[in-house]
């Protein structure tokens, strides 16, 4: 007889979380800021990686992007033997990596799929990040339970200008609600002029939720969108219920966030602190 070890002192055992992403070296946020995220939540954390950056806190000096096919072979060898209950796409450099993913995804299905479109186009041609759009639109959005994008990324995937009010945001959420996705955390904590980060959860058949947390003043805010994203992927298996699982992640980023603003990591946009809980004990 087998014995699952619950770190959570739940009932259900722990979950395992998988995040399909690029490694960011300074660890601050993609796959990095993934796996502290499913560690510091109790969740046992898987990685496939899709491109490797040479990343710090001042930005991205390199991108070497992995081919697809090994892309696909770490997704085929993880999900053939361990049992993932959420995944946590975020960063996929090209067309060619979008599909295998998508295809692989449909060949061992997930019980709930997070889809943090990080949209590059990592030979700086606005055609390739066009036809990224375009494939992870049609081939990502139908297996997507969420979609997790900030202004840029909404504006791109809806073919917009960048929302300029909370009205044109939800608007666009709605669009992008109307082009397939089952639901969007809507990512509105960039207007600094707000004393307060308001992200709002638009759903299929549901009226619009805003979880709303006070805003923070530090410059130390570098993967809050990679750690929002797989919060959620590690919470849901538990909560079972998206809105809980979105609260829950607001909560945990808000306190990575606190927790981290004095910290001097590097001489730009420094990292979250991912294990505050452990620390605060």
């Not at 003043?217 to 990679?226: D, I, K, R, V």
């Amino acid at each position: 007889m087998e014995f699952e070890f619950n770190g959570l002192g739940q009932d259900k055992p722990f979950p395992r979380c998988l995040t399909i992403a690029g490694s960011d070296s300074g660890g601050g946020a993609g796959i990095q800021a993934d796996l502290k995220t499913f560690g510091a939540l109790g969740a046992y954390g898987a990685s496939v990686l899709t491109a490797i950056t040479a990343q710090n806190t001042r930005g991205v000096q390199a991108v070497h992007v992995v081919p697809s096919a090994m892309v696909r072979a770490q997704c085929e060898s993880v999900l053939s033997d361990i049992r993932i209950d959420a995944v946590k796409i975020g960063m996929l450099p090209d067309v060619a990596t979008i599909r295998e993913v998508a295809a692989v995804l449909r060949e061992y299905p997930v019980p709930f799929v997070v889809l943090d479109p990080v949209l590059v186009a990592t030979s700086g041609d606005s055609l390739a990040l066009e036809n990224t759009v375009g494939a992870m639109l049609e081939q990502l959005l139908p297996l997507a339970d969420l979609v997790t994008p900030n202004l840029s990324e909404l504006a791109e995937l809806t073919g917009n200008r960048q929302a300029q009010s909370e009205q044109e945001m939800l608007a666009q959420g709605q669009q992008l609600l109307a082009l397939g996705a089952q639901a969007v955390l809507l990512k509105g904590g960039h207007w600094e002029e707000s004393g307060q980060a308001g992200d709002w959860l638009v759903q299929q058949s549901e009226e619009p939720q805003c979880f709303v947390s006070a805003r923070v003043p530090t410059l130390n805010t570098h993967g809050t969108g990679c750690t929002l994203s797989s919060a959620v992927a590690a919470y849901y298996p538990h909560k079972n219920d998206l809105r809980l699982a979105v609260a829950s992640a607001k909560s945990y980023l808000q306190g990575a966030i606190e927790a981290g603003a004095a910290w001097k990591v590097g001489g730009g946009h420094g990292p979250l602190a991912h294990f505050w809980r452990t620390i605060a004990s």
